[in-house]
Nanobody, 119 residues
Framework: QVQLVESGGGLVQAGGSLRLSCSAS????????MGWFRQAPGNEREFVAD????????SYQDSVKGRFTISRGATKNTVYLQMNSLKPEDTAIYYC????????????WGQGTQVTVSS
């Protein structure tokens, strides 16, 4: 059974940093893209960042470019999101996701971790 488990969320003041981690199990993710999405109260879930299975050319939502960095662990079953210069508008539940081999749609999702940025 595939599982994605996020950790690292919490409460931080504006301008602070957090590092989210996602550990995936149940299959190999060597050929899967992995990404982060978020959902704020009253809003739809939105794309934050993702990284292809090659590990090259990650993508970011415009509002987080230059502040967030996505990376993958050596085993490819872990993905991280380093979040710097956090803003109150970054407050949301952050979800980790992964695709099937060589796919572009995200089929596997974690339960989410809360990130709250106070002003």
């Amino acid at each position: 059974q595939v599982q994605l488990v996020e950790s690292g969320g919490g409460l931080v003041q504006a301008g602070g940093s957090l590092r989210l981690s996602c550990s995936a199990s149940g299959r190999t993710f060597i050929r899967s893209a992995m990404g982060w999405f978020r959902q704020a109260p009253g809003n739809e879930r939105e794309f934050v960042a993702d990284i292809p299975w090659t590990g090259r050319n990650p993508s970011y939502q415009d509002s987080v470019k230059g502040r967030f960095t996505i990376s993958r662990g050596a085993t490819k079953n872990t993905v991280y999101l380093q979040m710097n210069s956090l803003k109150p508008e970054d407050t949301a539940i952050y979800y980790c996701a992964a695709t099937r081999d060589y796919d572009s749609e995200y089929s596997y999702w974690g339960q989410g971790t809360q990130v709250t940025v106070s002003s």
